[in-house]
């Protein structure tokens, strides 16, 4: 598997790992966190295990702009493809068009 994240900087990770809603996250972690690490030299992945929080990911992209994904209760490869959705929303919104030009937003 190779998949190249183009415009997000940091990746946290928020799970808990007893509690149920936490699986997918887990899940992901374990199967495609390495993966993602190796092809993403770049990129900052902090893996957090802390006990009050719900299972998310944070994305902090290149111009300091964060998103949140919530994972609770979510698939290992549901979450792969919401955060690859929001690094390719990311790209999309930084050209509009305007009065037939293209500019950078």
């Given at each position: 598997?190779?998949?190249?994240?183009?415009?997000?900087?940091?990746?946290?990770i928020f799970?808990?790992?007893?509690k149920?809603e936490?699986?997918?996250?887990?899940k992901?972690?374990?199967e495609?966190?390495?993966a993602?690490?190796?092809h993403n030299?770049d990129?900052?992945?902090e893996?957090?295990?802390e006990?009050?929080?719900?299972?998310l990911?944070?994305?902090?992209?290149?111009?300091?702009?964060v998103q949140k994904?919530?994972?609770?209760?979510?698939r290992?490869?549901?979450?792969?493809e919401?955060l690859?959705?929001a690094?390719?929303?990311?790209?999309?919104?930084?050209?509009?068009?305007?009065?037939?030009?293209?500019?950078?937003?």
């Open positions: 598997m190779k998949v190249s994240l183009q415009n997000v900087k940091k990746v946290q799970s808990h790992s007893h149920k936490s699986t997918g996250v887990r992901f972690v374990k495609f966190l390495p993602l690490k190796y030299s990129v900052i992945f893996n957090k295990n006990q009050n929080t719900s299972p990911i944070e994305l902090s992209f290149e111009d300091d702009v994904l919530d994972c609770s209760g979510i290992k490869e549901k979450i792969l919401d690859l959705k690094d390719e929303n990311f790209k999309a919104k930084e050209k509009v068009e305007f009065f037939g030009k293209e500019i950078k937003i």
